[in-house]
């Protein structure tokens, strides 16, 4: 049996973390409370004053904010780094570049203050938590741009639309181009269907989490030749049961979530009845993935396909097994 769980349940691949203030220091929250009250007038100010309509082009160079980390990526891959004034928590890649742009918030989550003193003229994002932000944006003259940016085929036309806000258009073209090429490539090369491993994504251990059909990641299993279990669930993600893993019996488990020297593998083959496995006996249960190219849609969506690929194919037969291979 399973059960579809919401988005945010996977906090692991955002990791969201709160702006907070100690209540215990008295100066710490009067600060708080000016904070407070000077950005509600700045909101109140913005609010009575015509603005003319918010526009991409209002400025040659655009300060841009973005409030996911695939977008983050995009930005820099089309050489528009120098524009970037403000990031998320989660936005790591590429380091030397985003190393020194200030942090303004989490996925999706804006921090109001920290965002407004940057000064953008452009904020992009996959989703807004607070809808009420777009009105507030509007308010103040900032331009908002929710790109979608979640499936395979959504890629190559964020990018371009990224590079036609950014001002670097042709850059985005050509890099979108590319990566519609190499993925037609990578779906040509793909085995038969039943020559194709039998693939369970682990997306977390407790609760037993996996990828449905409509995940990103699951594309990914198909462009590297395997079939997702979880392809027969709907939605993104949804839990289930140690029962229904044992049922379909998994050529390849991949176990897409952080852990220390080796720490899911061992997990998974600890588990009641698992070592029955064919994944188990044929030592294809994987741990070892750069998680961000695998879960975030975007440029290096390539080099996830590729280290799939490579943990699909890899073959860790224990020395010593009491089971059968089939």
């Not at 849609?297 to 089971?323: F, M």
Request: proline content about 8%; glycine content about 8%; overall charge positive.
């Amino acid at each position: 049996m399973t059960t579809p769980s919401s988005g945010p349940a996977v906090s692991f691949l955002h990791a969201l973390c709160a702006r907070i203030f100690s209540p215990s220091c008295p100066s710490v929250c009067f600060l708080r409370f000016v904070s407070v009250l000077l950005v509600t007038a700045a909101l109140t100010l913005a609010s009575g004053c015509p603005r003319p309509a918010p526009t991409a082009a209002a400025s040659t160079i655009p300060r841009i904010v973005s409030l996911a980390p695939n977008l983050t990526e995009i930005v820099c891959a089309i050489g528009a780094a120098d524009c970037l004034v403000g990031r998320t928590e989660v936005c790591n890649h590429p380091s030397n570049l985003v190393a020194r742009v200030p942090v303004v918030g989490g996925f999706g989550r804006p921090w109001l203050e920290p965002l407004l003193e940057q000064k953008p003229t452009l904020v992009l994002s996959v989703d807004l938590e607070d809808k009420s932000l777009d009105a507030t944006f509007d308010r103040l003259g900032i331009v908002h741009r929710q790109i979608a940016c979640r499936q395979l085929r959504e890629i190559p036309a964020a990018i371009r639309t990224v590079g036609q806000l950014a001002g670097r258009g042709a850059v985005a073209n050509d890099l979108a181009r590319a990566i519609e090429s190499d993925l037609r490539r990578a779906a040509a090369e793909q085995p038969p269907l039943n020559r194709r491993p039998r693939v369970f994504i682990e997306i977390w251990g407790d609760p037993l989490m996996t990828a449905g059909r409509h995940a990103f990641v699951s594309e990914l299993v198909t462009l590297a030749g395997g079939r997702n279990l979880g392809d027969e669930l709907p939605g993104d993600f949804a839990i289930v049961s140690p029962e229904w893993v044992l049922q379909r019996n998994p050529d390849v488990i991949l176990c897409l979530y952080p852990g220390v020297d080796h720490s899911a593998r061992k997990a998974v083959l600890a588990r009641l009845g698992w070592q029955s496995l064919h994944a188990a006996q044929q030592g294809r249960v994987q741990d070892e993935f750069y998680l961000d190219p695998i879960l975030r849609p975007g440029p290096r969506v390539l080099e996830g396909v590729k280290q799939i690929r490579q943990a699909i194919e890899k073959n860790d037969t224990p020395k010593k097994s009491g089971h059968e291979e089939r």
